[in-house]
């Protein structure tokens, strides 16, 4: 979001001088470069999280024999 609506002179006055303007307000390269950095931030969320969840999972089942054992669900068979 950074890379698409920061204004330099807002940026300035809250501290934070090294923002570029953003694409909507003509920055240029600086900026693509900003949403790089932020997609870059993206895209490793997505991995580390997607990683912690398949390990839960699989330690999960491996605790309890497989998620869709035959012993906690043998009462819907009948």
């Given at each position: 979001?950074?890379?698409?609506?920061?204004?330099?002179?807002?940026?300035?006055?809250?501290?934070?001088?090294?923002?570029?303007n953003?694409?909507?307000?003509?920055?240029?390269?600086?900026?693509?470069?900003?949403?790089?950095?932020?997609?870059?931030?993206?895209?490793?969320?997505?991995?580390?999280?997607?990683?912690?969840?398949?390990?839960?999972?699989?330690?999960?089942?491996?605790?309890?024999?497989?998620?869709?054992?035959?012993?906690?669900?043998?009462?819907?068979?009948?």
């Amino acid at each position: 979001m950074i890379a698409f609506f920061t204004q330099h002179s807002f940026a300035v006055a809250s501290g934070n001088s090294v923002l570029p303007n953003g694409l909507l307000f003509y920055g240029g390269f600086t900026a693509l470069r900003q949403l790089g950095i932020e997609l870059l931030g993206i895209t490793v969320v997505v991995v580390v999280v997607f990683t912690i969840s398949l390990v839960t999972i699989y330690l999960i089942s491996k605790l309890i024999h497989g998620i869709l054992n035959d012993e906690a669900y043998s009462h819907l068979k009948q």
